[in-house]
């Protein structure tokens, strides 16, 4: 044999390895239940019709599991506000830093000037760079582009470096899947779980990864849905309800005052079709790490936690070759308490449910467990907390 042909074997094999593990993981996914089945329904308001972010008109979302050998487990989620060209008909966002350790690119100007002119990409810490080069790379490929000479990429991320992502320092992503990612973004229902960006994560010491839910505001306020995606992977001492889960699962852990930080990060994706200025999407945001300390989160030293929210109502929408600024937004500020209790509650859920949906995670540095379900429903039970 070759040294050519037996590279080629080598290539062919690993990849074989990487199709049979990802496809493995989907099947597991699919029998793990999510929030609601086990009558974990956070708040007062009720969910859209999928109980994702894309329950928000226009919201697609594009995911890439990226698992090779016994040493990568990472991905790209991207979320895209409408299916046009961002760059042309750019929606108002801001972002909000609850604790600022992470590499949240492009950040600046989204809140200096209120607005995406890109699709959100999340992926692994030292994946950032290169998936805005490719992002971009294929923005500047689109029709009508060929004389732009300046695009703002928004990229977040967590880091996924330490027992499952152990090849994290080759930068494991490739711009033909951050490209993939995009170009199959769609609507409907969302795949949650260890599923691009959340591939490699972890979360209150289990495996964490991609969650999402949604909540639709009483008709009073406008109708108007609000929906949620997170990227998993910090810690805390995990309570669900209110029922101290983490506590009853692992007591030996929470015993003394002498535990190891809870750090790690988090991205919150927040999308509602309610007519929002950048500024009132900064208080919405903000609302967004109420739901996250629901969760038991400690935001600690090492942690990154960040939202980023926008609009897609197409009211609201900045053309770039607009002649005048666009002003209609939602009238009364007093109207917008309800949108605050919708990104809370669909926030806390949705961190639900990238837990339950996670599944466990092997590499050759060791295995991150997914929660136990069956333990978990008995502690809610005790709890009082039963699916209706």
């Not at 209150?204 to 108007?224: C, E, L, M």
């Not at 930080?261 to 945001?285: F, H, Q, W, Y």
Request: charge should be positive; glycine fraction near 12%.
């Amino acid at each position: 044999m070759t040294p050519h042909s037996s590279c080629a074997l080598v290539s062919r094999l690993t990849m074989i390895v990487a199709a049979v593990a990802l496809h493995s993981a989907v099947v597991r996914a699919q029998g793990r239940p999510r929030a609601r089945d086990l009558g974990v329904a956070p708040g007062v308001l009720a969910p859209g019709p999928l109980n994702a972010i894309t329950d928000v008109p226009g919201v697609l979302v594009g995911q890439v599991t990226v698992i090779e050998a016994d040493s990568v487990r990472t991905g790209i989620t991207a979320i895209l506000p409408h299916s046009g060209n961002l760059f042309f008909e750019r929606v108002p966002a801001a972002i909000v830093v609850g604790n600022g350790f992470g590499k949240l690119l492009g950040s600046t100007q989204v809140n200096e000037l209120g607005e995406l002119e890109t699709p959100i990409l999340l992926t692994c810490t030292l994946c950032v760079w290169k998936a805005a080069d490719a992002m971009i790379e294929w923005m500047l490929g689109q029709p009508g582009m060929d004389k732009v000479r300046s695009i703002n990429a928004v990229v977040g991320e967590t880091n996924d470096g330490y027992e499952l992502n152990i090849a994290i320092r080759s930068r494991p992503i490739t711009a033909a899947q951050v490209v993939r990612a995009l170009t199959t973004a769609r609507g409907g229902p969302v795949e949650e779980g260890s599923v691009g960006a959340g591939t490699g994560t972890r979360a209150f010491d289990w495996k964490g990864g991609i969650g999402t839910s949604s909540r639709r505001v009483q008709p009073s306020v406008g109708a108007y849905t609000v929906g949620v995606l997170v990227q998993t992977n910090f810690g805390g001492v995990l309570q669900i309800m209110g029922a101290p889960v983490g506590k009853e699962l692992e007591p030996q852990k929470f015993s003394s005052n002498i535990r190891q930080p809870a750090d790690g990060s988090i991205m919150m994706i927040v999308a509602t079709d309610a007519p929002l200025s950048d500024r009132n999407l900064k208080r919405l945001a903000s609302r967004a790490l109420m739901g996250l300390a629901r969760t038991g989160s400690v935001a600690g030293n090492g942690s990154g936690d960040y939202v980023i929210a926008f609009s897609t109502a197409p009211e609201v929408r900045r053309k770039r070759d607009a002649e005048r600024l666009t002003t209609t937004e939602m009238g009364n500020t007093e109207r917008l308490s309800g949108l605050y209790e919708a990104v809370i509650e669909s926030t806390e859920e949705a961190i639900y449910n990238s837990l339950f949906k996670a599944t466990t995670m092997s590499s050759k540095a060791g295995t991150v467990e997914a929660i136990p379900i069956d333990r978990v429903r008995e502690i809610l039970g005790r709890y009082g907390i039963r699916p209706r």
